[in-house]
């Protein structure tokens, strides 16, 4: 019997009533039947006289609905190959250039020479890709590049390497040559020497000089009492190969964190920085043109239309009656006393997340009682202190208070991390500075937090717990020693938002091949406390041996021992070529030493 075109049915009676029960099969089944009995032409409906039992035919339509079954799960497993084939292509390229970095385990930096002779300025780092030496000069008013270069010399001997170097090695310029040198700041300014940004794909490079701290400044205009005011602070915006100063951004009476980078991310050409006295973050796009033009700035408003939204309300809300304004006289003005709007953003998702952990009204208030209203005020006076992109659309923020925003060490204060939309404007996930929920996406995905430009080559290979099996075993070592899970929770999560540009991409850091003390030294850009003892870079292969050794300060050692020493360590990302740089607190001219492969 038919009943569509496409569709084949099998009558036959019921054994307990005389109504029919109907078997409708596909259209895979019916061009199946049509093939296996061709009694019509094709394009006429076909029709078949149902000489199967009941059972036949549904053994035959559980055979049919089997195939295509196979047929689905098959679809699915070839989708599942191809995607983990593309993923084990990809894991494959990443696995042949950590085949080429083992290269890195016989080319080391092994020789030293000891207090080379340079001027006497403030070295900062190499250019993640290796082109340029960065360093500021003493007086913090300009800025001094150098390309590095090799050393090179004549022998005369077969055997150069027992050959003594030439007297020149001991100068600066034999293996560095200076490019130029700018002026960045004005009279009043200095040059913050531990902030710097590089755009590998530009070669541009970010700098920024700032006029002293005013601690005491009263909080006008919007401002958060208790944040100290800077009169002015300036971005230079300099394209590296010629050391032009391509652009401007200035910030009048605001602060900005500029110490290591903590108040300013770069991702791809996107820049945000903190305003930390006004609570903005600021957006902005670096063009190729070498422009700093304005995205949009998150804080007060959210929405580029928010603050005309909110000005038209009130022009409508002024010319109320007469008597209404007389007795409002007087009253502060209820307009000024609006929440931001990304705090609004975040009170509404803290409130909503509430609202939904419980179905009974009752208990929703009850709920929102003790979790929300008792600790209202405490969440409307946080404030942002540090952010970071982790793509183009997202952004990490981590809310603290005052005290903790320009405290030194904010470790000991409590925090809160939120993840930001900025397309949506909407408070994505909000996080407590020691939930395991956020730890745990830490240990697994941080290298998701390290949000690094796509042209950025040489800082994908920064080992982290969870790229590293090393490192990760240094992570659980450290938890398991820890004497509270909630504070060794605390302590990794303090590190959140990462600075950018934060950390060195030598291979020398490389955890899958060497092993050293990343107390005395790490690929973190910090200065660390001196020490007269040289660090060792031991082989993480069989046969664990020393590879080479790093010593700052001068060969026999500091003739003060009571002196507080600090030294910092600038690797070159590719060449085995490194600088320790040891200093004193007194202002005395820095020790610099060269390490390198001869």
Known sequence: DVASPNSLRFTYPNTDTTQHKFLTLDSTLLSFLQRRFPLWPPGEPFKFVDTLSCTEAAILWLGF???????????????????????????????????????????????????????????????????????????????????????????????????????????????????????????????????????????????ATSTAQIHDAPAVGGAVHGVPSIEKITFHLLRLEDGEILDKKV????????????????????????????????????????????????????????????????????????????????????????????????????????????????????????????????????????????????????????????????????????VYNMDTTEIVSFYQNSPDELYLLFEQFCDHFHATSRNSMYMNFISSHSNNIHALEQLRSIKDKASSSAQFVKKMLASLPFSCQSQSPSPYFDQSLFRFDDKLISATDRHRQSTDHPIKFILRRHPYSLKFKIKPGPEAGSMDGRAKKISSFLFHPILPLALSVQQTLFLQPSVVNIHFRR
């Open 251 to 418: 910030f009048s009476n605001d602060f900005v964190n500029l110490a290591h980078n903590m108040g300013v991310f770069l991702y791809d050409d996107l820049l945000a920085i903190v305003s930390l006295r006004y609570q903005t973050i600021h957006i902005l796009q670096i063009r190729d043109s070498g422009n700093l033009v304005d995205v949009r700035a998150i804080g007060e408003f959210c929405r580029e239309d928010d603050e005309l939204f909110l000005n038209s309300n009130a022009q409508l809300q002024l010319p109320g009656n007469h008597i209404e304004n007389h007795l409002h006289q007087g009253q502060p003005n209820l307009g000024n006393s609006f929440l931001s709007g990304i705090k609004q953003r975040l009170l509404s998702f803290i409130f909503q997340g509430l609202w939904n952990e419980e179905r009974d009204d009752t208990l929703r208030i009850q709920r929102l009682r003790k979790k929300f209203y008792f600790h209202f005020q405490d969440y409307v006076d946080l404030i942002i202190w540090k952010v970071q992109f982790l793509d183009r659309q997202h952004l990490l923020i981590k809310f603290g208070s005052v005290d903790g925003g320009v405290s030194r060490n904010a470790d000991h204060h409590p925090a809160f991390v939120a």
């Open 65 to 207: 609905l089997t195939v295509k079954f196979a047929l689905l799960l098959l679809a699915l497993v070839f989708c599942f190959v191809k995607y983990n084939l593309m993923f084990l292509m990809w894991k494959l390229e990443m696995q042949k250039v950590h085949h080429a970095r083992r290269f890195y385990e016989n080319l080391v930096p092994s020789y030293t020479v000891y207090e080379v002779e340079c001027p006497d300025h403030s070295f900062r780092k190499f250019t993640d890709d290796g082109q340029y030496l960065i360093s500021f000069s003493r007086n913090h008013q300009e800025l001094i590049v150098y390309r590095p270069r090799w050393l090179s010399f004549s022998c005369k001997d077969e055997d150069c390497d027992k050959h003594d170097l030439p007297s020149r090695a001991k100068r600066f310029d034999s293996f560095f040559t200076q490019l130029y040198c700018v002026p960045l700041a004005s009279c009043n300014e200095l040059i913050c020497k531990d902030f710097f940004l590089y755009m590998e794909s530009n070669q541009f490079g970010l700098f």
